[in-house]
T-cell receptor, first 114, second 112 residues
Framework: DTGVSQDPRHKITKRGQNVTFRCDPI?????LYWYRQTLGQGPEFLTY????????KSRLLSDRFSAERPKGSFSTLEIQRTEQGDSAMYLC????????????FGSGTRLTVV | QQQVKQSPQSLIVQKGGISIINCAYE??????FPWYQQFPGKGPALLIA?????SEKKEGRFTISFNKSAKQFSLHIMDSQPGDSATYFC???????????FGDGTTLTVKP
């Protein structure tokens, strides 16, 4: 197993464009998480899935953000009508389930909105 | 209620010294407390974690001390090495909650 993979590693987009990121978790992990990290801050929770079900979405997340995990495997995070404030590192993580263990994070997707 | 406060923001230690990073939490429902290490351009990596049924956990040079009554926990890095230079995050979560709440990080620099 190669760990958690995220694609792309870097994305530069113009304000107002839509972007989509992909995450491939560790295959035997049934929980998948999306976090956002800005410079000098800790990761901030966005949403998480157990298998294909989206169990929680942050109240801070605007309607421009949507995530899916079809068939409980990979996940996509889409941001519509990007804004400069969306510039951040988007981290994906996975684990076996609640309270069992910590996260295995991917290397993240660095989004820059110009 | 959901905050995890981490200190110091940055730390400089001489090689061979002890690095100590502290975190405090408010939510008594938290029962899992991991520490993550992050290098530039990489995602955080799980370093060590503790549950509140023990007051200390040691793995190699890394030790977590946990004080349930004070709602505080700390990471101690013994014999700090230049390769330990990274950003460290504490986090907290509850058994029945999916998400974790992270501190804002401590940038550790170990001088040779």
């Amino acid at each position: 197993d190669t760990g958690v993979s995220q694609d792309p590693r870097h994305k530069i987009t113009k304000r107002g464009q839509n972007v989509t990121f992909r995450c491939d978790p560790i295959s035997e992990h049934n929980r998948l998480y999306w976090y956002r990290q800005t410079l000098g801050q800790g990761p901030e929770f966005l949403t998480y899935f157990q298998n294909e079900a989206q169990l929680e979405k942050s109240r801070l997340l605007s309607d421009r953000f949507s995530a899916e995990r079809p068939k409980g495997s990979f996940s996509t995070l889409e941001i519509q009508r990007t804004e400069q404030g969306d510039s951040a590192m988007y981290l994906c993580a996975s684990n076996r389930g609640a309270g069992v263990d910590g996260y295995t994070f991917g290397s993240g997707t660095r989004l820059t909105v110009v | 209620q959901q905050q995890v406060k981490q200190s110091p923001q940055s730390l400089i230690v001489q090689k061979g010294g002890i690095s100590i990073i502290n975190c405090a939490y408010e939510n008594t429902a938290f029962d899992y407390f991991p520490w993550y290490q992050q290098f530039p351009g990489k995602g955080p990596a799980l370093l060590i974690a503790i549950r509140p049924d023990v007051s200390e956990k040691k793995e190699g040079r890394f030790t977590i001390s946990f004080n349930k009554s004070a709602k505080q926990f700390s990471l101690h890095i013994m014999d700090s090495q230049p390769g330990d230079s990274a950003t460290y995050f504490c986090a907290a979560s509850g058994t029945n909650a999916g998400k974790s709440t992270f501190g804002d990080g401590t940038t550790l620099t170990v001088k040779p």
